[in-house]
C-alpha cells in the first residue's frame, strides 16, 4: 500500500542508485536501435549546480529519456571542463591560506598539486547531477584533460600549424593585470563605473597658443598617444588634418589624422589614439600606419621604455624628470599624478563627470587592461566559412530560428582567435623554440627534438612555450574527442554527428561556433544536426540573479525542500522558445503539489482495486466514460510528442500537467466514482482496467520531466515486472471505438459542471447549498444527455434538481451560455444578489483603474526607453492580467443581468 504522502528526500536516491547500478543510463553501440546523441557542455570542474545547469540539464534529460523511451540507443555524454583560469585561481586561493604559493612550488610541482585537488574536490557538481536526476552514461565520463582528450587537443593544433591556420601575432588582447594572463571575452563583464572625462588640450606644432582638445577617459594612457583623431568631414577640423600636435608631458609630435572612428557627436570631437592600449584606437593605427608603444607592463604599471627615444623637453608641455618619477607606478596612481601635473601646466581644460561601462575580469575583478602581446591566434575567419555555409544550407538548424542571424553576425564579422594564455593549468601548447628563436610545433618532445636535429644539423637545446591554449579550444573539439578522435572508433562513427545541443545564447559564438569549426574541419561534417537555445533563468520579476541582488535561488535548496521532480516539471513548464525563465520557489512548490496530486491519485486507483491487467484492449471497452478518457490520452500522447519534437518544454509540460490533473484526477477519477463502487460489475472492471491504462500511460507520458515519482509508481503497481519505467516503450495512440461520440458527450458534460462552478464561484454561493440547474432552450438529445448523468450533475455541480425551464426567466437567476441551451441557476433567496453585483462593480472599477494606471506607465515613451526591459515586461504583463480581470468581471455582471 501507498504511503499517505509522496517523500523525495526518501525515494529519489534509492531510485537513482538502482539505475546507476543497474546500467539504466549506458548507450549501447552494438545495438540495432538508431542512436540519438546529446553531448553535455561540460561543467566547470571547480562548478556547483546552479540555476543555469539546472536549466540545461533539465531539459536534456527530459529530451534523452524521451528518445530512450522511443526506443532509440540514446547517448549523454558526461564529463567536465579543466576551467584554466578558474581552476588555477582557486588552487592559488587555497595554497595562499596554507601559507605557500604557485610560484614556491614551481611549474610542476603546482600542476601537480592541481591534479591533487581535482581528485579531492573536482567531482561536486557531477553528485550534483545525480541529484538533478540527471541519466548521464557516467562510465563514460571525461575530462578535457584525461589522456585521450589531450591527444586529440595536440594533434589539432598540429595539424592546424601545418596547415597555416595558427601562427603567432602581436595584437592587442583583453589582459588580466591580476593574472597577468590573456582572457576571452566571455571572462570579461563590462561594470558600470561613475568616473570623468577629462578635457586636455593638446598644443599644435608650429602654432604657438593653438590647441585642439580631446576627451579622454583614460588619461593616465596618453604616454602612449601616436596621433589624434578627427572627423574627415567635420569642419571644425578641417585645416588640422595633417598637421602635427604636441602630445603633453612626453613632448613627441603625433600627426592628426582624419578617420571616421571619430564622431564628431561625442565628446570635442577629437580623439586621442593610443594603438596599444585601446581596441579601436588599434584599428585606427593600423590603417594610419601609425606607431604602437606599450606604456604598461603585464602588472598595469606605467613603463617608458617604448617611448623613451620620444621624450622631448618642452616649455610648458613636457618635463622628462616627471615621466622619469611615474615610472614603475600603478595605472591609477599614474592617472591622478598625470591629471594633476596637467592642471598645473594649464592644459587640463575642464572635468566632467562621466558614467560608463568599464570591461572587468569576471573573476580577478580588476579592471582589464587592452594590452599589445605576441600570442598564439587561429584563423577563425577560414574556419567560420564551412560553419556559415553549414548553418545557411540547413545542415546545422538553430531552435528558435532567429538565432542563426546571431550566429551568423558574429562568424561573418569574426577576428582572429587569441588561443594562448599565460597560466600554468591547461593543455600546454606543443611549440618548443631553439636557441635562435626558431620554432617547432610537434606532438611530443621527442618529435620536437627530431625536428630541430633536421633543421640545425645537429642536436640543440630547445625551450617549450610557457603558455597553455585557451578553454574554449580543448572543448570546441567535445563532440568527437570524446568519442575517441583522433582513433577511428565505432562509437565515433555511430554517434558523430550528433543530434542536438542545447546550450544557452551567451555561449554561441565561444562554444557553439567554435565546434561547428573544429567539427567541420576534421570531421568532415556538422558536430550536431540542431540547437537548442534556451534563455537564462531570471527571477520571479525577471532580474538577472545576482548575489549583488540578493536574488540568487539555489537549486539544491529547491530540491531539498520540493523534490527534484518539482523543480524539473517548473522549469519544463516555464520554458518556452526564446523565452526566459522567470523562476520562483512558489512555482516549485506548485508543481510539488502537482506530484503530490500524481500521489495521490495514484493511491485512490490502489484503495478501489486498480491492478495492470496485461489482458486489457483498449479497442474493446464500451463505456463512453472509458472511451473519453481513452480517446483524450491519445491527445495528450500527441500533443507531448508534437511539443518535445519541436523542442517547446512549456507545451510538453501542459500536456501532461492538463491531461494528468484536470482530465484524469478531476474528472475520470471523480465520474467513475459510483461506478467504482459498484464491486465487480462489468462495468466496473472495466473502469478499473482503463483506469490501470491511463495511469500507465501518464507514469510514462511525465517520466522525462518527473523521472522519480513516476518511476516509484510504476515498480510499486507492478507495471514492469522486468523493466523499469525509465526502459518502458513510449505510449502510443490507441484504436478506441466511439471516440467522437464520447468525447462530445463527455465534453459536454464537463463543460456543464464546469460553468455550473463557475457561476457559484463568481456569486459566492457557500458550497454546501443545493440549487436547481434549468435549462432554457435545450434540445430534447441534450436534456436526455444530462439525465443520464444526472448522479453526476447532482454529486459534482451541488444540483437539487436538473432540467428543463417552464415559464418565465425567475427573478434572480444567473444564467451561463452552454452550446444550444441556457444554463439557469435560481439564486434568489440563496444570496443577496444586489450586493452581488454591487461587489463585482467596485472589484472592476478597481481592475480597471488598475489597468489605466499601469496603461499610461506603458504609453510614455521615456518610461519605456529608460526602463530595465524585465521592468517593461513586467508592467505589460501586469497590464494584461488587468484586462483579463476586466474580461472576467464584466461576463461576471452578464450573468446576473
Known amino acids: 500500500m501507498l504511503s499517505k504522502t509522496y517523500t523525495p528526500a526518501e525515494i529519489e536516491p534509492r531510485l537513482y542508485e538502482g539505475w546507476e547500478r543497474e546500467g539504466a543510463f549506458a548507450a549501447h553501440p552494438d545495438s540495432n536501435a538508431a542512436p540519438f546523441t546529446i553531448m553535455i557542455p561540460p561543467p ?92 548521464l552514461d557516467w562510465p563514460r565520463e571525461r575530462f578535457t584533460m584525461d589522456d585521450g582528450l ?49 578635457h586636455i588640450r593638446y598644443p599644435i606644432a608650429g602654432e604657438p597658443g593653438r590647441f585642439i582638445t580631446v576627451a579622454t577617459t583614460r588619461p593616465e594612457t596618453m604616454l602612449g598617444d601616436t596621433g589624434v583623431a578627427v572627423h574627415p568631414d567635420d569642419p571644425r577640423f578641417s585645416d588640422l588634418v595633417g598637421k602635427q600636435a604636441i602630445l603633453p608631458l612626453v613632448g613627441r609630435r603625433i600627426p592628426i589624422v582624419a578617420d571616421e572612428y571619430s564622431d564628431p557627436e561625442k565628446g570635442t570631437g577629437a580623439v586621442k589614439i593610443t594603438p596599444a592600449h585601446d581596441f579601436n584606437d588599434f584599428g585606427v593605427g593600423q590603417r594610419h600606419g601609425l606607431p604602437m608603444p606599450s606604456i604598461l607592463d603585464r602588472e598595469a604599471r606605467v613603463v617608458l621604455d617604448e617611448i623613451a627615444d620620444a621624450i622631448a623637453p618642452v616649455e610648458g608641455v613636457a618635463d622628462p624628470a616627471f615621466l622619469r618619477g611615474l615610472a614603475g607606478q600603478d595605472r591609477l596612481v599614474a592617472r591622478r599624478a ?172 565561444f562554444w557553439v561556433a567554435r565546434m561547428m569549426m573544429m567539427g567541420l574541419h576534421f570531421m568532415g561534417d556538422v558536430p550536431f544536426r540542431t540547437v537548442y537555445i534556451h534563455g537564462l533563468v531570471r527571477d520571479e520579476r525577471g532580474q538577472k540573479m545576482s548575489k549583488s541582488k540578493g536574488n ?141 491504462h491511463v495511469l500507465g500511460i501518464i507514469l510514462r507520458l511525465l517520466h522525462p520531466a518527473m523521472p522519480f515519482v513516476t518511476e516509484e509508481l510504476w515498480d510499486r503497481f507492478g507495471y514492469g515486472p522486468d523493466c523499469s519505467l525509465i526502459g518502458a516503450p513510449w505510449p502510443e495512440p490507441v484504436a478506441v ?37 434549468l435549462l432554457r432552450d435545450a434540445r ?18 451541488r444540483a437539487s434538481e436538473f432540467g428543463p425551464l417552464s415559464g418565465e426567466m425567475p427573478k434572480g437567476a444567473a444564467q451561463a451560455v452552454l452550446d444550444e441551451a441556457t444554463i439557469v441557476l435560481p439564486l434568489a433567496g440563496v444570496i443577496d444578489l444586489d450586493a452581488e453585483r454591487a461587489r463585482l ?24 526607453r529608460r526602463a530595465p526591459a524585465e521592468v517593461v515586461e513586467e508592467n505589460r504583463e501586469r497590464l494584461q492580467s488587468a484586462r483579463d480581470e476586466i474580461a472576467r468581471l464584466d461576463a461576471a455582471l452578464r450573468r446576473i443581468d
Open 552 to 692: 540568487v535561488i539555489d537549486p539544491l535548496e529547491l530540491i531539498d525542500s520540493y523534490g527534484a521532480d518539482a523543480l524539473r516539471f517548473t522549469i519544463c513548464a516555464l520554458t518556452g522558445p526564446g523565452r526566459d525563465v522567470k523562476l520562483s520557489p512558489a512555482r516549485v512548490e506548485e508543481h510539488r503539489r502537482f506530484a503530490t496530486k500524481l500521489w495521490n491519485a495514484a493511491r485512490f486507483c490502489e484503495m478501489n482495486g486498480v491492478r495492470p491487467d496485461a489482458a486489457f484492449d483498449p479497442s474493446g471497452v464500451t463505456l463512453p466514460l472509458t472511451r473519453w478518457i481513452l480517446d483524450a490520452a491519445n491527445r495528450a500522447v500527441a500533443d507531448a510528442d508534437a511539443a518535445l519534437e519541436a523542442y517547446r518544454m512549456n507545451d510538453y509540460a501542459g500536456a501532461g500537467y492538463r491531461f494528468t490533473w484536470n482530465l484524469f484526477c478531476d474528472w475520470f477519477l471523480e465520474l467513475a466514482k459510483p461506478v467504482l463502487a459498484e464491486g465487480d460489475t462489468p462495468a466496473a472492471v472495466e473502469v478499473r482496467a482503463t483506469a490501470a
Open 338 to 509: 598625470i591629471v594633476a601635473e596637467l592642471e598645473r601646466l594649464g592644459l587640463l581644460e575642464k572635468i566632467e563627470p562621466h558614467t560608463h561601462q568599464v570591461p572587468h575580469g569576471d573573476r580577478s575583478g580588476v579592471p582589464i587592461e587592452p594590452f599589445l602581446t605576441t600570442q598564439w591566434y587561429a584563423n577563425a575567419g577560414e574556419l567560420a566559412k564551412p560553419a556559415i555555409a553549414a548553418v545557411e544550407s540547413g545542415r546545422t538548424v538553430f531552435v528558435p530560428k532567429q538565432w542563426e542571424n546571431t550566429f551568423f553576425a558574429w562568424m561573418r564579422d569574426i577576428q582572429p582567435w587569441c588561443i594562448s594564455r599565460q597560466l600554468w593549468w591547461g593543455h600546454r601548447i606543443p611549440a618548443w623554440y631553439g636557441p635562435d628563436g626558431a620554432v617547432f610545433v610537434e606532438r611530443t618532445e621527442e618529435e620536437a627534438l627530431a625536428a630541430a636535429r633536421a633543421h640545425y644539423g645537429r642536436d640543440e637545446a630547445l625551450t617549450r612555450d610557457a603558455d597553455v591554449l585557451d578553454t574554449w579550444f580543448s572543448s570546441g573539439l567535445w563532440p568527437f574527442s570524446t568519442l575517441g578522435w583522433p582513433e577511428q572508433t565505432a562509437e565515433l562513427a555511430r554517434y558523430y554527428p550528433t543530434d542536438v545541443l542545447v546550450t544557452g545564447f551567451d555561449i554561441i559564438f
Open 780 to 797: 430534447p438529445e441534450t436534456l436526455a444527455r444530462g439525465e443520464r448523468w444526472i448522479e453526476a450533475i447532482r454529486r459534482m455541480a
Open 737 to 773: 471505438p466511439g471516440a467522437e461520440e464520447a468525447r462530445a458527450e463527455l465534453d459536454w458534460v464537463v463543460r456543464l459542471i464546469g460553468e455550473v462552478r463557475t457561476v457559484r464561484s463568481e456569486m459566492n454561493v457557500p458550497p454546501a447549498t443545493l440549487t436547481p440547474i
Open 44 to 135: 566547470n570542474v571547480t562548478g556547483s549546480l546552479h540555476m543555469g545547469h539546472a536549466l540545461t540539464f533539465t531539459i536534456q534529460d527530459t529530451l534523452i529519456r524521451w528518445r530512450r523511451m522511443q526506443g532509440r540507443d540514446a547517448l549523454w555524454q558526461p564529463g567536465s571542463d579543466h576551467a584554466g583560469i578558474a581552476t588555477q585561481m582557486v588552487v592559488e586561493r587555497l595554497l595562499a591560506e596554507q601559507g605557500s604559493s604557485r610560484q614556491a612550488l614551481g611549474r610542476e610541482g603546482f600542476v601537480d598539486r592541481v591534479w591533487q585537488w581535482k581528485a579531492e574536490s573536482g567531482g561536486a557538481i557531477t553528485r550534483q547531477l545525480r541529484r538533478l536526476g540527471a541519466s
Open 841 to 864: 462593480g467596485r472589484e472592476r472599477v478597481k481592475a480597471e483603474q488598475e489597468a489605466g494606471k499601469i496603461g499610461k506607465k506603458l504609453d510614455n515613451a521615456d518610461f519605456v
Open 150 to 198: 589531450s591527444a586529440a587537443v595536440r594533434e589539432v593544433f598540429v595539424t592546424l600549424y601545418r596547415q597555416g591556420l595558427i601562427y603567432r601575432d602581436r595584437r592587442l588582447v583583453n589582459w588580466d593585470p591580476k593574472f597577468q594572463s590573456a582572457i576571452s571575452d566571455l571572462e570579461v563583464e563590462n561594470a558600470e563605473v561613475k568616473g570623468s572625462l577629462w
